[in-house]
């Protein structure tokens, strides 16, 4: 596997860390044309990364898009854009390119772009996604992902019907609707994911993992290239991937 590891003491470090990646990631990208894309993922851990980067690049343009979404209204709880929006300061559908937020006068120009139709059906859902990357091709200046302890990374999971789909790197598609199997209880909703060539057509990829036994879960997947995890294939695909551990 290309690309790096970092390992920090704790999640506030791992943050912290993963959050200066992204500043400077972003720095450079508006270095060189004006604005950053980023493709960012939902869950816990991530959302205090994209509050410090808020604060961090408070004048700056960035647009982000969510690697995948659940498909429910954007005003659900389980919506990622929902949760990313929050953490960005804002709760808009859309932002003032200097919108007054949380009652201060700070200008906010992070766009979140919905992966997903407002109301969260499948196939318009599916339609917005291809569109929204059909229109915006160029390479994404940073991907963050998760890793679930069975491996899946965005809404890429083992058992899905068209997983295959998702992974091959000469599909030619970006996104995909697909369904978990099992469902998991928290969250019991079809998905939309970025395919993996997708999330791989970036300048630099990280993947943040929590805990002793995801970490058991990476290690397996990058010694073995047949692992039966997703993520597997993401660490064998021959781009460099910058891997961020806490315990």
Sequence with gaps: MAGSEHLYPDTPALVAGVAAAFTQACRDAIARCGHAWLALAGGRTPLPVYAQLAQALRDARIDAVPTDER??????????????????????????????????????????????????????????????????PQPFDAVLLGMGADGHIASLFPGAANLAEGLALDSGVDAIATLPDPLPPEAPFARISLTLPRLLRARSVHLVVTGHAKRAVLEQARRDPQAPFPVTALLHAGAPVHVHWSP
């Design 71 to 136: 498909c429910v209204p954007h005003d659900h709880p389980a919506c990622n854009l929902r949760h990313l929006r929050a953490a960005f300061g804002s709760e808009a559908p859309a932002f003032a390119r200097h919108s007054r937020v949380g009652g201060n006068d700070e200008p906010r120009n992070i766009v979140a772009h919905p992966l997903t139709a407002a109301n969260g059906g499948i196939d318009a859902s599916l339609a917005q996604a291809r569109a929204l990357l059909a229109a915006r």
